[in-house]
């Protein structure tokens, strides 16, 4: 810093921080403060203007200022003498900011909750510095006197007060120790209960370890190999070799390597069984040293664990340096099994002959084995792997399907089809998914048949006359779109032939229905030819049925009763009716006298 106006720049920077960030208690990692802390500790002379710029800037502001300021002023008084002493010098005056001693004249600032926890938090420190530092300073011995005989404030509440908080750190400091003990006391006995097999699955495992790789170091261990027979040469060197001289030495495996067999197949298994028995221990230690981490646990009391767990881990690492090769799966073991089996050759059986019949002649005889082994020799020249082929229908068919249904119709849109639901998963469904499936438009899709063979090419046009005096152009097969089945004709468009169709016109006929319409027209009556004439606008006269007398009674009323106006006359009576009788009942009540007209 370059001047003390700078810290005390500084100090009101701190205290605004603090108070900007809504806190009652200075932040003491912040930068500033931390910059304060380096002034503080490197320029003691300056530390008697802090705190009368402290106590000045207190006096001006309000209780939650002051209490950042008593916080700043308890943590230098705790760490710097000459702070400490510029305190305890103006002692009068703290107690008159921070604890309201001159309540006449200078009170604390409002609210008085705020004042109230300025004072109490004020009186906590001041009894904490008469504790710790009034074997130093002769002012501090009195200020508990003081204070008790002063009326302007409680001192004995805020004792009690700070009494009662030091109790219940006590209690729950009680609790956390409780708690530890339990905790440690669940974890040791589930310890002593493990420990014994835990033992012995480490001396099983050390013995087998010890059988398949022994150590020869431990047998030359205190021996000392006398050298003095030995020849030494003037230098003293036990070989021929120069300083200079450099050998390289190659060590392929320089750990050892278990290999299977007969001999050594139980003390594998054994290290095997051993090594998984010592990770599901060493798991559980893991667990209870965790536990006993969290509740935080001594040190003494964590040490059989880990004492334990180096063991475990020392053995580890000697059975994972053998290399012990894994153990052969099941389909490894089966496959073994299968093929203890030998292969025993197939027996071979000699062809069975038939023995001659008496009745049937040599030379029918002699012919049906031929044909018999023609078919054999046939049968076995063919591949084993050949199938049988199903004999082809002569005339190509086509499977049905829906295009043929729907064959020169419009497909429908959307089809959809119910899913099969008897896999018994009706609810447990992906929510994309219904009770129905949208068929494929593929399937509407009308199929392409191809035509194989000879198209037939029409060779005869219509030559019909047509109305223009035209000959009809048109070339089909047999039949003619317009004229109709195709004959021959000349130039001109007569057919050569005439058709059988032609219907010859019967002039018989013609004067005999004419012959009718004159009768008709003479007598009045109609005899089916066609001249007697309706009258116009007269109604048609309805066929009589024979109805029974019940439906005609059924009818009757059913034409009365049921009739339009009938029953909108009825019903506007009915309505009637009704509102009267729930204006009588309810008139007086609110909802219904609005909807009265």
């Known amino acids: 810093m370059a001047s003390i106006k700078e810290t005390t720049t500084l100090l009101n920077r701190v205290i605004r921080k603090s108070d900007e960030g809504g806190r009652k208690a200075i932040d003491f990692g912040d930068k500033s403060f931390r910059e304060l802390r380096q002034v503080v500790k490197n320029k003691p002379d300056w530390n008697a203007a802090l705190v009368d710029h402290l106590l000045q800037e207190a006096e001006k502001s309000d209780c939650i200022k002051r209490l950042l300021a008593l916080s700043l002023l308890d943590y230098f008084f705790h760490r710097a003498h000459a702070w400490r002493s510029r305190v305890v010098d103006n002692l009068q005056e703290v107690l008159i900011?921070?604890?309201?001693?001159?309540?006449?004249?200078?009170?604390?600032?409002?609210?008085?909750?705020?004042?109230?926890?300025?004072?109490?938090?004020?009186?906590?420190?001041?009894?904490?510095?008469?504790?710790?530092?009034?074997?130093?300073?002769?002012?501090?011995?009195?200020?508990?006197?003081f204070l008790a005989n002063s009326k302007s404030m409680d001192y004995q509440s805020a004792s009690a007060s700070l009494q009662i908080e030091c109790q219940q750190l006590e209690e729950e400091k009680r609790k956390e120790e409780e708690k530890t003990a339990k905790a440690v006391q669940q974890v040791m006995a589930k310890f002593q209960m493990m420990h014994a097999d835990i033992e012995r699955c480490l001396k099983e495992v050390s013995s087998a370890v010890n059988l398949l790789v022994p150590n020869f170091a431990?047998?030359?261990?205190?021996?000392?190999?006398?050298?003095?027979?030995?020849?030494?040469?003037?230098?003293?060197?036990?070989?021929?070799?120069?300083?200079?001289?450099?050998?390289s030495i190659n060590l392929k495996e320089a750990l050892p390597r278990v290999k299977l067999s007969k001999e050594n197949e139980a003390l594998v298994s054994a290290v095997r069984d051993g090594r998984s028995m010592l990770d599901f221990y060493r798991k559980n230690i893991a667990r209870w040293l965790t536990r006993m981490a969290s509740v935080g646990a001594k040190q003494e009391d964590c040490a059989p664990l880990l004492n334990i767990n180096n063991r475990i881990e020392e053995e580890r690492l000697r059975i994972n340096d053998l290399r012990i090769p894994e153990k052969p799966s099941r389909d490894d073991d089966s496959s073994d099994e299968a093929s203890d089996f030998e292969d025993v050759p197939e027996k071979e059986v000699e062809e069975f002959v038939a023995p001659l019949d008496d009745s049937v002649p040599l030379v029918i005889l002699d012919r049906i084995r031929k044909m018999e082994d023609g078919q054999g020799s046939s049968q076995m020249d063919m591949p084993q792997t050949s199938k049988m082929t199903v004999e082809e229908p002569l005339v190509p068919t086509v499977p049905y399907g829906l295009d043929l249904k729907y064959w020169g119709e419009e497909p429908p849109a959307d089809i959809e089809v119910p899913k099969n639901n008897a896999d018994c998963h009706r609810f447990w469904r992906p929510p994309d998914e219904g009770d129905t499936s949208k068929e494929q438009s593929s399937v509407y899709t009308t199929r392409v048949i191809t035509f194989i063979g000879k198209a037939v090419v029409p060779t005869m046009a219509c030559k019909a006359r047509l109305s223009s005096g035209k000959l009809c152009p048109r070339m089909d097969v047999e039949r003619c779109p317009i004229h109709g089945k195709i004959v021959p004709r000349d130039d001109e468009g007569f057919p050569f032939q005439e058709s059988p169709d032609i219907i010859v016109p019967n002039p018989e006929a013609e004067d005999d229905a004419e012959f009718v319409r004159d009768v008709e027209m003479?007598?009045?009556?109609?005899?089916?030819?066609?001249?007697?004439?309706?009258?116009?606008?007269?109604?048609?006269?309805?066929?009589?049925?024979?109805?029974?007398?019940?439906?005609?009674?059924?009818?009757?009323?059913?034409?009365?009763?049921?009739?339009?106006?009938?029953?909108?006359?009825?019903?506007?009576?009915?309505?009637?009716?009704?509102?009267?009788?729930?204006?009588?009942?309810?008139?007086?009540?609110?909802?219904?006298?609005?909807?009265?007209?």
């Open 218 to 247: 431990e047998d030359f261990e205190g021996e000392a190999f006398a050298v003095d027979c030995l020849p030494l040469t003037s230098d003293g060197r036990l070989h021929g070799y120069a300083d200079a001289h450099s050998i």
């Open 97 to 145: 900011i921070f604890c309201e001693l001159d309540i006449l004249h200078r009170p604390l600032p409002e609210p008085k909750s705020e004042a109230r926890d300025l004072k109490v938090d004020a009186i906590k420190k001041i009894k904490v510095w008469h504790e710790k530092f009034s074997e130093g300073y002769e002012r501090l011995k009195n200020v508990p006197h």
């Open 522 to 597: 003479a007598t009045g009556r109609d005899l089916g030819g066609g001249s007697v004439q309706k009258k116009p606008g007269g109604r048609t006269k309805k066929r009589q049925r024979d109805v029974p007398a019940s439906k005609q009674t059924r009818d009757r009323l059913e034409k009365k009763l049921l009739d339009k106006r009938t029953v909108a006359r009825i019903s506007a009576h009915l309505d009637a009716v009704r509102k009267a009788k729930i204006e009588q009942k309810f008139a007086h009540q609110f909802n219904h006298a609005l909807s009265r007209r």
